[in-house]
Each structure stands twice: as structure tokens, then as C-alpha cells.
């Protein structure tokens, strides 16, 4: 299966609803199974078994919360699949560590206190802090990425998924796989930064 990073273009005002009603960010992460919220809720817990001998009946299902209101373009993912850490590397010199606002891909903003179906919760960042990105990729060139791709090191480091060393053929393209990331992370930072949103961040 493997770890996959995910980004998506959210508002403030959605990250508010997700921080305040974690499963609907499935919503945004699953949105080709309608029914990904609705079986991440939790049941009302049953009586215990004193309660039932008494009579005691389960509470009634909580009203189903209304879905995210979406706009367009909102939560439109950007599939980064497993070039995550390669392009964390470009952008911060570093496997895991570097210095924000760069550092995006694996820290900063805010993880979702939620027990979901992932091992590494998402985190969002607010609209500020997606100017603050911005910014900052405005100022780091493709070219300059490029010259910071090295293979040898990455294989030091153990960059997920360790295959930077291969020679490019006509299956492969290490460099070209990780800038493609590269372009994937900069087209939704900077649609994210002109509509005034913020992001929300999956590494899982």
C-alpha cells in the first residue's frame, strides 16, 4: 500500500467545522464514498447490562450533522502520492526537520483530534499561515529545487520511497516524479492563498 500525501484548498470556515466535527474531513479525503462520514460516526453507547435488565433503552442516534458547504474549487485534492518526503526534502534541505513556513508537508498548523482511519492524523493551516507559504514558495525557484535533488543523499537519508537512484527510462523518472509533486503543491498553495483559504494536509 505504501504512505500517499493529500492536499486540499479548504476556508477557515470549513477547518472550524472539521476541527468541531472531526469525520467530516472524510468528506473531503474519501469524497468517492458518500457513506465515509456516516460509518466514521460513533453509535450512541448501549446500556450496560444492569441498564437493560432494568429496562433501560438506548439513546436515540444524534440528528446526522449537515455535510461541508463546499465552494467551488474547495476541497479539490491534490494527490502528491508518494513523492511527499522527497518534496518536503527539496523545499527544506531535510528528511523530516526544516524551518517553517517550508516545512508545510509534515508540520505546522493544527492535527485533527480525531481517532479516524489514518496513522498520522491531517493538520490544517489556516488562510494566514497559507499567504505565509506562499510567500515562500514565490521565492525558491523549480530550478533551484532541481539543483537540490541528490540522489545519493536522499538514499542516505531514506526518503520515502527510496527510489531516487534509479536512472530515468521510459517507466521512471525519479526527478521528474518529485517536481511533479512540486507543481501538484504549488498550484493548490497559491489557488488556496488567492481565494483567502487555507489547507488542509494528509501524509498517511
Given at each position: 500500500m505504501g504512505m500517499y500525501g493529500l492536499m486540499a484548498p479548504v476556508s477557515d470556515t470549513t477547518i472550524q467545522r472539521i476541527?468541531?466535527?472531526?469525520p467530516l474531513v472524510l468528506q473531503i479525503l474519501q469524497f468517492?464514498?458518500?457513506d465515509a462520514v456516516a460509518r466514521a460516526r460513533k453509535p450512541p453507547k448501549a446500556p450496560t447490562l444492569l441498564g437493560r435488565l432494568f429496562g433501560e433503552k438506548p439513546?436515540?442516534?444524534?440528528?446526522?450533522?449537515?455535510?461541508?458547504a463546499l465552494a467551488e474549487?474547495?476541497?479539490r485534492i491534490a494527490d502528491l502520492d508518494k513523492a511527499w518526503q522527497a518534496a518536503h526534502y527539496l523545499?527544506?534541505?531535510?528528511?523530516?526537520?526544516?524551518?517553517?513556513?517550508?516545512?508545510?508537508?509534515l508540520a505546522?498548523?493544527?492535527?485533527?483530534d480525531y481517532d479516524g482511519p489514518w496513522n498520522s492524523a491531517p493538520r490544517t493551516l489556516t488562510s494566514a499561515e497559507t499567504r505565509e507559504i506562499a510567500a515562500a514558495l514565490a521565492q525558491v525557484s523549480d530550478d533551484e529545487l532541481r539543483r537540490r535533488f541528490d540522489p545519493a543523499e536522499m538514499m542516505k537519508l531514506e526518503i520515502y520511497p527510496e527510489i531516487w537512484d534509479r536512472e530515468p527510462d521510459g517507466t521512471?523518472?525519479?526527478?521528474?516524479?518529485v517536481m511533479s509533486a512540486i507543481a501538484d503543491v504549488r498550484e493548490t498553495v497559491s489557488?488556496?492563498?488567492?481565494?483567502?483559504w487555507g489547507l488542509l494536509v494528509s501524509v498517511d
Open positions: 476541527h468541531a466535527d472531526p468517492d464514498d458518500p439513546p436515540p442516534p444524534p440528528p446526522p450533522a449537515p455535510p461541508l474549487g474547495e476541497g523545499l527544506t534541505r531535510s528528511a523530516w526537520e526544516g524551518d517553517p513556513p517550508l516545512n508545510f508537508i505546522g498548523g493544527v492535527e485533527l521512471e523518472d525519479p526527478i521528474g516524479y489557488e488556496a492563498a488567492r481565494r483567502g
